[in-house]
């Protein structure tokens, strides 16, 4: 690495550490207390660049990690040292392109470039591998020979680097050998703690130059390491095991939100605010702006709010919440294909309809982790977010659009590694508020992630989700796989990745009326098979992105086709203008050509053109599908002297700006 501007560096670190010397403690706790008031009082013109160093292959956090920040602009450097758990910080720094490298002896260096935005903190996340295996994608290997110079500012660093590890090591030991060991604090919880706990005294550590070291130094750190082993074994804390899925950087998944820093984030409530606005033009003119068999679009020729959420994620002694709200089309829309409250009263798709996740639970500490939630939360089945802004698309293929974005009941998270999650449900039914019939749904998710470019998706679920008819069961598997399989940040098409998801599922059941596959008159077939498939490149460093792909169904019975909503017909009401009969057939697909203009990680300026088709009639014609005068009557009768204009075929453009903190 080089290290070109790092002397005077050098001399806040000596400085640092005569005081350290002699006001070890002190100046801890000091320091502690006055960080976060000293931060409220920054400048909100200059930025932030905080991270964890942690080890590639474990995920462990590892401390005394070299980190330098390199202005790629004016060219300055920053020089830090990460601490016990791995992290490092730098503060006040002017905004631009940063690289960001991580160096230690036994490591192979590696580094990343970040953006820094005025008034924000970049997350920086670096892994280092092992020397001697396989450098990972990102990792330098391409420097200069070192200079004299260089190498002397090389060799003071490493030697200051030594002295400061005595010292540490003297803390250390003096803090095992408190009479009680009590488990650490969370972040948290340091600064209260501090500002009232009285202070150990610290054996003052032999004094340090920033130049060379001496024998008697290198005794002390012996007697140190020797008295450190000495100690109880109680006194030892356990290593944590590593976060689930936080070895490798995610956010290039169709999914997955790809906000790395949230502005306002406290120890107990991280915040989440989403804003989705859509203008679409579609190419039949229907005559009532009314467009129907989708679940994220619903009108033509007009500016709409799709969604506004405002939300976020409480977390408190393992305790933890969500909530987000959904007010515009979402709250309307959704709901509406939602047949399960007409079974009983109260009124459910009123009482649910402005939340699209609310659950409460509790983590424990247990594996890798187990969480225990209630409420309503997002299924994520058919690979696709329920937020558009976390996906490669606006517009998802019918395997997406046309299975359950959310379900209430009860999950259980369990993560037996750091690279795989286990989830059964229990809840009320298939994207339902409330139970069709007596049974629940029962159902697992499987996602194993074994490296940084390959994510695997499985969806497994059963029901009895037939208002009224008991005796009919459903079962359906979703498995999605996404592969990057470049990514190259020096290269203008910096990044490629591509998704696979298959869905299959069918009816079944004594006095059903239906059976899966291969069914006669009495008993026809009623089933779902579908796929879709997406291709995606991002270009000049993430800041364009160009998605194409698209997908088909066949879902005889329509049993998963979302109902036109002809005349205000919803789940519950039906319409005779659009069966969903017994063996109706129906057989449908679609692509899809996306265009992304992420100038930041906050806003995404989305073009997208589509093209549908199917098998019988369908989408909404020129006529329109709601009668003169609007919706009238009740939804599931026919209105004399009317009918729908339907047809096989839609082509649209949609323009979209979303945003979300």
């Not at 003119?285 to 467009?291: E, G, L, M, N, R």
């Not at 996740?357 to 500490?365: I, K, L, N, R, T």
């Not at 990514?487 to 869905?503: E, L, P, Y």
Request: proline share 8%; with cysteine.
């Amino acid at each position: 690495m080089h290290n070109h501007g790092v002397v005077p560096e050098l001399r806040h670190v000596a400085r640092f550490a005569r005081k350290l010397r002699t006001h070890s403690s002190l100046f801890l706790v000091i320091a502690v207390c006055a960080a976060p008031h000293l931060w409220a009082f920054a400048d909100p013109a200059l930025g932030a660049v905080a991270g964890v160093a942690r080890d590639a292959s474990s995920g462990k956090p590892i401390a005394g990690v070299q980190i330098v920040a390199h202005d790629l602009g004016s060219g300055a450097f920053h020089s830090s040292r990460t601490d016990a758990d791995g992290r490092f910080q730098f503060t006040d720094l002017e905004p631009g392109q940063y690289e960001v490298a991580a160096a230690k002896m036994g490591f192979q260096e590696a580094s990343m470039n970040v953006q820094l935005d005025p008034g924000r903190t970049a997350r920086v996340d670096l892994p280092l591998t092992v020397a001697g295996d396989v450098p990972r994608s990102g990792a330098r290997t391409d420097d200069a020979p070192l200079t004299a110079r260089e190498k002397m500012l090389l060799d003071r660093i490493e030697s200051l680097e030594h002295r400061l590890s005595q010292m540490e090591t003297l803390l250390e030991t003096a803090t095992a050998t408190k009479p009680a060991a009590k488990p650490p604090l969370a972040s948290s919880e340091v600064a209260s703690v501090a500002s009232t706990a009285p202070v150990a005294p610290v054996p003052t550590p032999p004094a340090a130059s920033p130049v060379a070291t001496t024998p008697a130094a290198d005794d002390a750190s012996s007697t140190a390491q020797a008295s450190a082993a000495a100690q109880p074994p109680q006194a030892q804390q356990p290593p944590k095991p590593a976060e689930p899925f936080a070895f490798a950087d995610w956010t290039w998944l169709t999914g997955n939100s790809r906000v790395t820093d949230v502005p306002l984030d406290t120890p107990l409530f991280t915040p989440e605010i989403r804003f989705d606005t859509d203008y679409v033009y579609d190419y039949n003119h229907p005559a009532d702006h009314t467009i129907g068999g989708s679940s994220e679009i619903f009108r033509s020729g007009e500016v709409q709010l799709t969604q506004m959420g405002i939300g976020g994620d409480f977390h408190w002694n393992n305790v933890r919440g969500r909530v987000m709200t959904q007010f515009g089309m979402y709250s309307e829309t959704t709901p509406r294909n939602d047949a399960s409250p007409a079974l009983g009263g109260w009124d459910l798709d009123t009482a649910y309809r402005y939340i699209s996740e609310a659950y409460g639970g509790y983590h424990f500490d247990v594996l890798h982790g187990i969480n225990v939630d209630a409420g309503i939360f997002m299924s994520y089945v058919g690979l696709f977010s329920y937020y558009q802004f976390d996906n490669w698309a606006y517009q998802p293929s019918y395997v997406s659009s046309n299975t359950p974005w959310f379900f209430n009941g009860v999950r259980i998270q369990v993560f037996p590694t750091e690279k795989l999650k286990i989830e059964p449900w229990f809840v009320n039914g298939w994207q339902s508020y409330g139970k069709f019939n007596k049974s629940p749904g029962l159902g697992v998710q499987i996602l194993y992630r074994p490296n940084s470019w390959l994510s695997i998706l499985g969806n497994q679920y059963e029901g009895t989700d037939a208002l009224g008819i008991p005796g009919r069961h459903r079962v359906h598997t979703d498995d999605s796989v996404q592969i990057k399989y470049y990514d190259n940040k020096a290269h203008f098409i910096d990044k490629a990745a591509m998704t696979m998801t298959v869905d299959a599922g069918c009816e079944f059941g004594t006095n059903s009326g239906v059976s899966c596959y291969g069914g006669n008159i009495a008993k026809p077939s009623q089933y779902f098979l579908g796929f879709m498939s997406y291709q995606r490149f991002w270009f000049d460093r993430d800041k364009f992105a160009f998605t194409m792909g698209g997908g088909a169904i066949n879902n005889p019975g329509r049993y998963l086709v979302l109902l036109p909503p002809i005349n205000g017909a919803t789940a519950i009401s039906g319409t005779p203008y659009f069966t969903e009969n017994p063996g109706d057939p129906f057989k449908a697909w679609d692509a899809s050509a996306t265009f992304d203009y992420m100038p930041r990680q906050y806003i995404t300026w989305r073009f997208e053109y589509n093209h549908r088709s199917s098998s019988v009639p369908y989408f909404t014609g020129p006529g329109g599908i709601s009668p003169p005068g609007g919706d009238n009557g009740t939804p599931g009768l026919i209105v004399p002297g009317w009918i729908p204009s339907l047809t096989k075929h839609e082509n649209r453009l949609t323009m979209a700006i979303l945003v979300m903190f």
